[in-house]
């Protein structure tokens, strides 16, 4: 039998990882990160809301205000995000592809120039059933 979890603890959990993005004092918010793992090169910073998720339904949670965006840093191809706390510190990381390839999370174009302007449209992030 496999392990599964009632919705109230999924809510939970989920609730859980969006405390920890708003945690810490460096900065005022977590941030949504494009990365060049050759680098690795952080390639854009988006800062989140804080809170930056919704409240967990279904054990689901929805990034707060998007679309988001910020102009891109450094030039290079993303194949990886992390998601950081205030004080900078990774809560969550994971896969990026073009749109179609199957990553975590996915985009119109992996690679990125320094000066573009990159828009964050919709994160969810869903605890495990």
């Known amino acids: 039998m496999a392990i599964s979890h009632s919705n109230a603890a999924r809510n939970a959990m989920g609730d859980a990882v969006d405390a920890q993005v708003n945690t810490g004092t460096t900065d005022a918010s977590g941030d949504f990160v494009l990365i060049a793992s050759g680098g690795p090169t952080d390639l854009v910073s988006i800062v989140l809301q804080d809170p930056a998720f919704g409240a967990a339904a279904s054990g689901v949670i929805t990034l707060a205000g998007t679309p988001l965006s910020n102009t891109a840093s450094a030039t290079g191809t993303t194949d990886t995000f992390e998601i950081r706390d205030k004080d900078n510190g990774v809560v969550i990381d994971g896969t990026v592809t073009a749109t179609g390839g199957g990553g975590d999370v ?24």
């Open 106 to 129: 996915e985009i119109d174009n992996t690679s990125i120039a320094s000066g573009q302007t990159v828009e964050l449209s919709s994160l969810t992030w869903t605890a495990p059933v």
